[in-house]
T-cell receptor, first 112, second 114 residues
Framework: LAKTTQPISMDSYEGQEVNITCSHN???????ITWYQQFPSQGPRFIIQ???TKVKNEVASLFIPADRKSSTLSLPRVSLSDTAVYYC?????????????FGTGTKLQVIP | KAGVTQTPRYLIKTRGQQVTLSCSPI?????VSWYQQTPGQGLQFLFE???????NKGNFPGRFSGRQFSNSRSEMNVSTLELGDSALYLC?????????????FGPGTRLTVL
């Protein structure tokens, strides 16, 4: 199974850029990297997905180096509403994400 | 487009009882996955159904079972409840089965076992 490692928690001030790095040393060739956001008492919400290099959408950017053994979620100019838990997920190619444990994620606290 | 709905939102049961949770996926989505979320273990995959067939299964005991109906709605059943089954049970739907498909999660059912 593709295992991911993320920092347990991070603090950031409003307006700053936040970078959350995820380590996935045994990522397989067919695996994609996906990030989800979860607020208390809600289900996770898809943020961004990528395979290599850089992906950007209206919410975040995802940077993936050439070896794909890590990835970095970048949130530009965070606000208080970005306080949430962020999960990095890697598909294992067989059975997909469904075979992967989300883990405990990174709890981001945005400070006013 | 309506999102994923789960019923009930909250449930209190006692040890030894059984419980059935329901999930209605987004219209047009044929894959439904179930997850258990606890503070200590995080989000753990239970199983996935696609076109009424179980496609994938996580490492949970046989007390946890599920099914999917022809309209893609899914139910999850837990028999002989244990205290450790207290958790948030999340359902997620996607268009198709597989790792590259974005999953849309419901709000979850909070199960408390006393």
């Amino acid at each position: 199974l593709a295992k991911t490692t993320q920092p347990i928690s991070m603090d950031s001030y409003e307006g700053q850029e936040v970078n959350i790095t995820c380590s996935h040393n045994n990522i397989a060739t067919n695996d994609y990297i996906t990030w989800y956001q979860q607020f208390p008492s809600q289900g996770p919400r898809f943020i961004i997905q990528g395979y290599k290099t850089k992906v950007k959408n209206e919410v975040a950017s995802l940077f993936i180096p050439a070896d794909r053994k890590s990835s970095t979620l970048s949130l530009p100019r965070v606000s208080l509403s970005d306080t949430a838990v962020y999960y990095c997920l890697v598909g294992d190619g067989i059975g997909g994400y469904q075979k992967v444990t989300f883990g405990t994620g990174t709890k981001l606290q945005v400070i006013p | 487009k309506a999102g994923v709905t789960q019923t009930p939102r909250y449930l209190i049961k006692t040890r030894g009882q059984q419980v059935t949770l329901s999930c209605s996926p987004i219209s047009g989505h044929r894959s439904v996955s179930w997850y258990q979320q606890t503070p200590g273990q995080g989000l753990q995959f239970l199983f996935e159904y696609f076109s009424e067939t179980q496609r994938n299964k996580g490492n949970f005991p046989g007390r946890f079972s599920g099914r999917q109906f022809s309209n893609s709605r899914s139910e999850m059943n837990v028999s002989t409840l244990e205290l450790g089954d207290s958790a948030l049970y999340l359902c997620a739907s996607s268009v198709a089965s597989g790792s590259f498909n974005e999953q849309f999660f419901g709000p979850g059912t909070r199960l408390t076992v006393l």
